[in-house]
């Protein structure tokens, strides 16, 4: 893309970096730049975008901050102002941060990493919660009411999935280690161990309760995406979750509202029409005969299944394994359901 724009360019350009890029990628373009023509003296800036899935059109029309790094240069600071002209037609001023190039560049890789790191935090301590009859919502909600801490990315799950955590934490521990911090890098590496171990450790509960064998078991399998309000599987949970219980031998009714069959398939590594994977358009077909469910998505529309209907189906002891805690885990014990929940001992 440098090279198209150094070739066909006349006049100097502002060029804004959008994408999650590795750090001092600026200083690359800018080095393409200078090869073809350096009297031009184009400017980069880095903008990296902090929209999530699910709630990107909300996040962009109010935005808790926009990031704008460029050069220290009276040119740079120039380019800078340009951009940031843009983002003031509805953004607050005080909300548009101005940094060097580099400190923009890194930020974004630090915010998804201490992101990952919440969730990894709390996914850490549910396992705990359930070796001490402790619920781990309840120790959310209390450490999260001291406003040093707050109360975001405290939910305990399966583990976090999507395109950026993982990529961005393995960039920041690429480039610890390049520069000689191997402490550093160990760090940010725990954070993709514990998150590893949590979908390991959901999924050998499964199977643990079933006496250590699911073969011929049928699971139903709620969510397969790696959040709701999106069709996005990417490194999502749900993978590596169905991989080893496909691998212990276990039937799989499948049903997510926005997945395709065949990402599923593709996700899975399975060839379509494999005998072990049925593939349902809504969540009342995955309870026919199955030995239990497990919740893997937090798709508001699984809140308000008809667990009654869903449990005179299943084969009994039917069992609920809530990834999500998104279910009335008492409701569904008054039913006759056997519930385990992500850091709760119930």
């Not at 301590?125 to 707050?150: F, H, N, P, Q, Y």
């Not at 583990?159 to 960039?171: A, M, P, Q, T």
């Not at 590893?196 to 049928?218: G, H, L, M, P, Y």
Request: glycine share 4%; hydrophobic share 40%; with cysteine.
């Amino acid at each position: 893309v440098a090279r198209t724009i150094a070739e066909n360019a006349k006049e100097p350009k502002i060029v804004v970096e959008k994408s999650t890029i590795p750090v001092r990628t600026a200083e690359a373009i800018r080095s393409v730049f200078e090869a073809y023509d350096k009297s031009l003296n184009h400017q980069v800036l880095s903008n990296p975008e902090f929209l999530a899935e699910g709630t990107a059109v909300s996040d962009l029309e109010d935005p808790d901050r926009v990031l704008i790094g460029g050069e220290q240069t009276p040119e740079g600071l120039k380019a800078i102002e340009t951009l940031a002209s843009i983002y003031q037609t509805w953004v607050p001023d005080d909300r548009i941060i101005r940094t060097n190039l580099w400190s923009s560049e890194l930020s974004k890789l630090v915010a998804n990493a201490f992101l990952a790191q919440r969730v990894s935090s709390i996914n850490s301590i549910s396992a705990l919660c359930e070796k001490t009859e402790a619920d781990v919502g309840e120790v959310a909600r209390a450490i999260g009411a001291d406003s040093r801490i707050g109360p975001k990315f405290l939910k305990a799950s399966i583990g976090f999935g999507g395109s950026c955590f993982e990529k961005d934490i393995l960039n920041l521990v690429y480039l610890c280690e390049h520069f000689g911090l191997p402490e550093v890098a160990q760090y940010w590496e725990s954070v993709l161990k514990i998150n590893d171990w949590q979908k390991r450790r959901f999924a050998d509960q499964v199977v643990d309760a079933f006496f250590n064998t699911i073969n011929d078991k049928v699971i139903s399998v709620l969510g397969f995406a790696f959040k709701k309000d999106t069709n996005d599987t990417r490194k999502s949970p749900a993978i590596d979750i169905c991989k080893r219980l496909l691998e212990e031998r276990a039937t799989l009714n499948i049903y997510d509202p926005k997945v395709e069959s065949e990402k599923i398939f593709k996700d899975l590594e399975i060839q379509e029409g494999n005998p072990d994977i049925n593939i349902c358009s809504n969540s009342i077909e995955t309870f026919k005969n199955a030995n239990a469910v497990i919740i893997l998505t937090e798709w508001d529309e699984f809140k308000e299944i008809n667990f009654e209907e869903a449990f005179a189906v299943m084969k009994k002891p039917a069992w609920i394994f809530d990834g999500r805690n998104i279910l009335d885990h008492q409701k569904l014990k008054d039913i006759g359901f056997e519930v385990r929940a992500i850091g709760k001992s119930i």
